[in-house]
């Protein structure tokens, strides 16, 4: 049997939520979209929690498949490779996805440890039965803007089996790449 996946998506209600939400349906069974402080969004959890950690566990604890993963309002996955990226390690505990960043390109950087901080954005699936008993993040005054790494190092120091995918898997920000252009002759 083929494992399900979630993809959990906190919002403030950027422009760019729909997009994010389009492309997140084409990799998951399940897309649920956490609203924080923003009772004018279309979503499925309305939360008041000011810390997107804290807002990605709220997303975990209704999640209804095998496995979760995370992206952020503004990136946008590749449905293809991020599929391929996780279905082959049952037995991970998670999978962190390679992104190519608009400013910085793809991370992590080749030769580079996949584990270090500036390499990790926080598009990885996780088992959400550890999910749920290792919350991304306990609550204040603990939230940081480096949750998603602190999140994976804690993973590393309980020795969970932790895959780094090969295949970039998202997009940050596609809007701000400055993408090759094509010209014919």
């Known amino acids: 049997m083929t494992a399900t996946l979630s993809i959990v998506i906190?919002?403030?209600g950027r422009d760019t939520l729909e997009r994010a939400v389009a492309h997140a349906s084409a990799c998951a069974d399940e897309v649920i979209?956490?609203?924080?402080g923003a009772p004018h969004v279309n979503a499925d959890l309305h939360v008041d929690l000011g810390a997107p950690g804290l807002v990605r566990n709220a997303g975990v604890a209704i999640a209804r498949t095998d496995w979760v993963g995370f992206c952020d309002d503004?990136?946008?996955?590749?449905?293809?490779?991020?599929?391929?990226?996780?279905?082959?390690?049952?037995?991970?505990?998670?999978?962190?996805?390679p992104m190519f960043h608009p400013e910085l390109g793809p991370l992590p950087r080749p030769g580079s440890d996949p584990i270090a901080h500036g390499n990790i954005g926080i598009s990885f699936t996780v088992k959400r039965r550890l999910a749920v008993a290792?919350?991304?993040?306990?609550?204040?005054?603990?939230?940081?803007s480096i949750e998603d790494y602190e999140y994976v190092r804690r993973f590393v120091d309980a020795k969970r089996i932790i895959v780094m995918a090969q295949r970039i898997a998202y997009i940050v920000r596609p809007e701000e790449h400055r993408w090759p252009s094509s010209t014919a002759t």
């Open 74 to 97: 503004d990136d946008v996955l590749i449905p293809d490779a991020y599929r391929q990226n996780w279905e082959p390690h049952p037995a991970a505990d998670m999978v962190i996805h």
């Open 33 to 36: 979209v956490v609203a924080d």
């Open 10 to 12: 906190p919002t403030t």
């Open 134 to 144: 290792e919350p991304m993040l306990p609550g204040p005054p603990l939230c940081a």
